[in-house]
Structure formats: structure tokens, C-alpha cells
């Protein structure tokens, strides 16, 4: 059935809000967990504790965000699914996830004598402090099956509009990797080493907790669960179709971050450290907007798969309106409490008045990114995952050319690439979406798994 045979709908904003106030306060939990961690080894009398901490913690974020195409191919495929009222395809949707989750966790496990010193060694550090940084992440790569399979389970979640369960599940495991934290490093003196057991035993503990909460809502759904259904290799073809793309996608974005970082480090510390204030809240502001996105995925996705083409622009335009609300007030308090934000963060003078120098980019942010954002969402409740790849690798296709011309300008040459490449991100997606919305779209944007 398609979307003529029925009435325009609207979305109501308390639908939106009811989806994306969960995923909001998840993503908040996730730093908070960060600075509580630095916190507890920061007090540790030796800082090569918390050098190893802080680098071998940058390791794992690009490591395991690099995998983080299970959370979104999961959700946007569930959506479909749930929108369609297939439960058996949620459920074989979520058993055969789960198992590309587990082999890619125990192939990093498998690599991780190899991989870890040469990745440490990458990222670089004094000695001492890559040494401790290679021992915690010898601990914390037997997390990866759990890490992973979860990424599985709250995507599985999400796109049944779960948002509540979602927050269940972070806030557990944030608040077990909180107390373990305390009692190991603490308690029992283990410093570094206790945080990585602390992730580690949190990651496992949070799959325990999110197995149990999908076979209380496979109560609510019919069929069962069968093992014959990680047999099925069509499926799985299907399945890796979706997911490499946004994995070349989630590659191309983990470089641009980092070549960020590079360059702004290679300006000197003052220009690292202000770079790093003003990406802080950037990252806050990424927060609220991935809230709304994701929301977006689990309303597009379900209209998608049940054929209802006109609740698709409906939530798109629902979800566009909180995402453009939220872009305007960050960029308004940005423009007006910038400067005291910056001291908040940093009582250093040097780093203060390099920051505000840069601030008007900080201010501009928000209103180029968000639909970067939000299209995110619109494509990965679609399923659309190749147009997110090719925007993504025709904004790198800009912003490498653009940091080359503009080194003259420094910093702000710098700044000027990266704000050039989330706009490629939001206009390509935003036109591709505009162009297809009434045709193409509704016909080839769902996905059928095969049977």
C-alpha cells in the first residue's frame, strides 16, 4: 500500500521528543563516564597513569567507532522490519547482527598481538607510558564481542522506538564502569589496569543485562527464535551490503577527525589545546542533534518498510524542525557565553585568547552541520547507506584540496576545511533526498531481505 491511499499525516513533535530525549541523555552519559574515569587516575600520584589511560581510551573510541556501521545498519534495518510488522525478520535480523558482531570482536582478538603495539605506537607517547598503555589494551580488546554486540542490541532496540531500553542498557554499563572503576583502581591499586577491567567486566555485564531485556521483548513479538536462521547466506550477503558501505563511510570520517587533530597539533600545543576546548562543545552540541537523528532513524525507517511515503516526509519534517531549533540556540549561547564557556574549561591565558580568536567558527558550526545530522538519519532509516558513503568520500574529496590551499591562513585555514566539509555533507545529502523523496525513494529505498 502505498502513501495515496491515505490522508497527509503530521508527526507531532511529542513523538519526536518522546524518541530522542532518551538517546540524548545516553550520549551525555558516555563523557560524563570519561571525566569521571580521568578524575579517579588524575589523583593517582604517577600521571604515566593517566597518560596510558588517555591513550590507550583514544585507541579503543577509533577502534570501536570504526564498527559503529552495526548500530546504524541494525537500526535502520529493524525499523523497516517493525514498520512492515515482520517480527520474524526483526529476530533474524538481530540473531544474524549479532553474529557478524561476535566474529569481527573475536578476529580483533585474534589480531590484537599485532595490532595493539603497532597502534600505540601510531598514536605515540613517551615509553613508559605506551608501555602501560599496551598492557591496558591487551586487557580491554577481550571486550570487543561484548562492545560490538551491543552496538547490535541497542540498534535492534531503536528501531522499535525502544529509546527508554537504550537508555537502560548505557546507563548500566556507565554506572558499572563507574563503581568498578572506583574499586579497582582505588581499592585494589590496580591504576590503569583497573580501568581497563572495569570496561571490560561493564562492556559484558551490559550484554548480560541487554540479552535478557530482547527475550522479554520477544514476548511481544511473534515467531521465535531459530537458529536456522543464521543459516541463511542470502541474508548475510544482504546484510554486508548494507553495512560496507557505512563502514567506508565511518573510515573516511575517522580520518578526517584525526587529520584534524594532526594538523591543529602540528601548529603547536596552544593551537591543539584551543582546538580541543572548542571541539568539546562541538561534541555537546552533536549530542543533542544525533538525538534528534536517531530518532529520525526509527520513524523513517518503520514508515519506509510499511510503504507509508507521506509519514516519511512527515517525520523528516518533524525531525528537521528540533534539529534546526536546537542548531539556532547553540549557535545563539556559542555567540554570546563563548568566551566564558572557553574559561570554564581552561584556566590557561595562552589557550583562553586562542580559543576566542577562533570562536566565530564555533559559532558557525552548528547552523553548516546539522543537516549533516539529520540526513544521517533520513538515510539510515531508508536503508540508502550508499549515498552516505559517496557524500561522505566526495566531502573528503573537498576538504583535503581546501586545508592544501589555505595553509597560508594557519588555523583558520584549517577550521575553514572542516566547516567546508560538513556543508558538502549536509547539501549532498539534503539534494539527493529533495530529489528523491517523490520518486526514486518511495519505489527503491526500503529494504526487502531476502528469504
Same mark, same amino acid.
Given at each position: 500500500?502505498?502513501?495515496?491511499?491515505?490522508?497527509?499525516?503530521?508527526?507531532?513533535?511529542?513523538?519526536?521528543?518522546?524518541?530522542?530525549?532518551?538517546?540524548?541523555?545516553?550520549?551525555?552519559?558516555?563523557?560524563?563516564?570519561?571525566?569521571?574515569?580521568?578524575?579517579?587516575?588524575?589523583?593517582?600520584?604517577?600521571?604515566?597513569?593517566?597518560?596510558?589511560?588517555?591513550?590507550?581510551?583514544?585507541?579503543?573510541?577509533?577502534?570501536?567507532?570504526?564498527?559503529?556501521?552495526?548500530?546504524?545498519?541494525?537500526?535502520?534495518?529493524?525499523?523497516?522490519?517493525?514498520?512492515?510488522?515482520?517480527?520474524?525478520?526483526?529476530?533474524?535480523?538481530?540473531?544474524?547482527?549479532?553474529?557478524?558482531?561476535?566474529?569481527?570482536?573475536?578476529?580483533?582478538?585474534?589480531?590484537?598481538?599485532?595490532?595493539?603495539?603497532?597502534?600505540?605506537?601510531?598514536?605515540?607517547?613517551?615509553?613508559?607510558?605506551?608501555?602501560?598503555?599496551?598492557?591496558?589494551?591487551?586487557?580491554?580488546?577481550?571486550?570487543?564481542?561484548?562492545?560490538?554486540?551491543?552496538?547490535?542490541?541497542?540498534?535492534?532496540?531503536?528501531?522499535?522506538?525502544?529509546?527508554?531500553?537504550?537508555?537502560?542498557?548505557?546507563?548500566?554499563?556507565?554506572?558499572?564502569?563507574?563503581?568498578?572503576?572506583?574499586?579497582?583502581?582505588?581499592?585494589?591499586?590496580?591504576?590503569?589496569?583497573?580501568?581497563?577491567?572495569?570496561?571490560?567486566?561493564?562492556?559484558?555485564?551490559?550484554?548480560?543485562?541487554?540479552?535478557?531485556?530482547?527475550?522479554?521483548?520477544?514476548?511481544?513479538?511473534?515467531?521465535?527464535?531459530?537458529?536456522?536462521?543464521?543459516?541463511?547466506?542470502?541474508?548475510?550477503?544482504?546484510?554486508?551490503?548494507?553495512?560496507?558501505?557505512?563502514?567506508?563511510?565511518?573510515?573516511?570520517?575517522?580520518?578526517?577527525?584525526?587529520?584534524?587533530?594532526?594538523?591543529?597539533?602540528?601548529?603547536?600545543?596552544?593551537?591543539?589545546?584551543?582546538?580541543?576546548?572548542?571541539?568539546?562543545?562541538?561534541?555537546?552540541?552533536?549530542?543533542?542533534?544525533?538525538?534528534?537523528?536517531?530518532?529520525?532513524?526509527?520513524?523513517?525507517?518503520?514508515?519506509?518498510?510499511?510503504?507509508?511515503?507521506?509519514?516519511?516526509?512527515?517525520?523528516?519534517?518533524?525531525?528537521?524542525?528540533?534539529?534546526?531549533?536546537?542548531?539556532? #540556540?547553540?549557535? &545563539?549561547? +556559542? /555567540?554570546? =557565553?563563548?568566551?566564558?564557556?572557553?574559561?570554564? *574549561?581552561?584556566? !590557561?591565558?595562552?589557550? $583562553?585568547?586562542?580559543?576566542?580568536?577562533?570562536?566565530?567558527?564555533?559559532?558557525?558550526?552548528?547552523?553548516?552541520?546539522?543537516?549533516?545530522?539529520?540526513?544521517?538519519?533520513?538515510?539510515?532509516?531508508?536503508?540508502?547507506?550508499?549515498?552516505?558513503?559517496?557524500?561522505?568520500?566526495?566531502?573528503?574529496?573537498?576538504?583535503?584540496?581546501?586545508?592544501?590551499?589555505?595553509?597560508?591562513?594557519?588555523?583558520? #585555514?584549517?577550521? &575553514?576545511? +572542516? /566547516?567546508? =566539509?560538513?556543508?558538502?555533507?549536509?547539501?549532498? *545529502?539534503?539534494? !539527493?533526498?529533495?530529489? $528523491?523523496?517523490?520518486?526514486?525513494?518511495?519505489?527503491?529505498?526500503?529494504?526487502?531481505?531476502?528469504?
Amino acid at each position: 500500500m502505498t502513501d495515496s491511499s491515505h490522508r497527509p499525516v503530521k508527526v507531532p513533535g511529542r513523538q519526536v521528543w518522546r524518541l530522542a530525549w532518551p538517546i540524548i541523555l545516553s550520549n551525555i552519559s558516555v563523557p560524563l563516564l570519561g571525566l569521571v574515569g580521568t578524575a579517579v587516575i588524575g589523583h593517582l600520584p604517577d600521571a604515566r597513569y593517566l597518560g596510558a589511560v588517555t591513550l590507550a581510551t583514544t585507541l579503543f573510541n577509533m577502534l570501536f567507532w570504526a564498527f559503529g556501521f552495526l548500530r546504524m545498519g541494525t537500526t535502520g534495518l529493524t525499523s523497516q522490519a517493525h514498520g512492515r510488522q515482520h517480527d520474524e525478520e526483526a529476530r533474524a535480523l538481530l540473531l544474524q547482527s549479532l553474529a557478524l558482531a561476535g566474529a569481527l570482536g573475536i578476529v580483533l582478538i585474534a589480531l590484537s598481538p599485532w595490532l595493539v603495539p603497532a597502534a600505540v605506537q601510531l598514536i605515540g607517547g613517551a615509553a613508559d607510558v605506551q608501555a602501560l598503555a599496551i598492557r591496558f589494551a591487551h586487557i580491554r580488546i577481550f571486550s570487543a564481542p561484548a562492545v560490538l554486540s551491543n552496538y547490535v542490541i541497542l540498534g535492534w532496540f531503536l528501531g522499535q522506538q525502544r529509546t527508554r531500553t537504550t537508555l537502560l542498557l548505557t546507563v548500566t554499563s556507565n554506572t558499572a564502569n563507574v563503581v568498578l572503576t572506583l574499586a579497582l583502581v582505588l581499592g585494589a591499586s590496580l591504576h590503569s589496569d583497573g580501568v581497563a577491567w572495569a570496561a571490560l567486566v561493564a562492556d559484558y555485564l551490559a550484554l548480560g543485562l541487554g540479552i535478557a531485556l530482547v527475550m522479554r521483548r520477544s514476548k511481544a513479538l511473534s515467531g521465535r527464535f531459530a537458529l536456522s536462521m543464521l543459516a541463511n547466506t542470502k541474508r548475510y550477503r544482504a546484510l554486508f551490503q548494507v553495512n560496507k558501505h557505512l563502514f567506508i563511510r565511518t573510515l573516511a570520517l575517522l580520518f578526517v577527525n584525526s587529520f584534524f587533530t594532526s594538523r591543529g597539533a602540528a601548529s603547536g600545543t596552544t593551537i591543539l589545546a584551543a582546538n580541543a576546548v572548542l571541539l568539546e562543545f562541538i561534541m555537546l552540541t552533536s549530542y543533542a542533534l544525533d538525538g534528534f537523528a536517531q530518532a529520525c532513524e526509527a520513524l523513517t525507517g518503520r514508515a519506509a518498510g510499511a510503504q507509508r511515503f507521506d509519514q516519511f516526509g512527515a517525520a523528516v519534517r518533524a525531525c528537521a524542525k528540533f534539529s534546526l531549533y536546537t542548531s539556532l #540556540g547553540a549557535a &545563539l549561547i +556559542f /555567540a554570546v =557565553f563563548g568566551p566564558a564557556m572557553i574559561d570554564v *574549561l581552561t584556566s !590557561i591565558d595562552a589557550v $583562553r585568547q586562542t580559543a576566542r580568536d577562533y570562536l566565530p567558527w564555533l559559532v558557525a558550526m552548528p547552523l553548516i552541520a546539522v543537516w549533516s545530522y539529520l540526513m544521517d538519519g533520513v538515510f539510515v532509516g531508508a536503508v540508502a547507506t550508499r549515498p552516505m558513503r559517496d557524500t561522505l568520500l566526495l566531502s573528503v574529496a573537498v576538504f583535503l584540496p581546501i586545508w592544501y590551499l589555505t595553509q597560508g591562513l594557519g588555523n583558520h #585555514g584549517l577550521w &575553514l576545511s +572542516f /566547516a567546508l =566539509f560538513m556543508l558538502v555533507r549536509s547539501t549532498s *545529502l539534503s539534494a !539527493i533526498y529533495l530529489r $528523491r523523496r517523490h520518486g526514486i525513494w518511495a519505489d527503491n529505498a526500503t529494504y526487502r531481505a531476502p528469504h
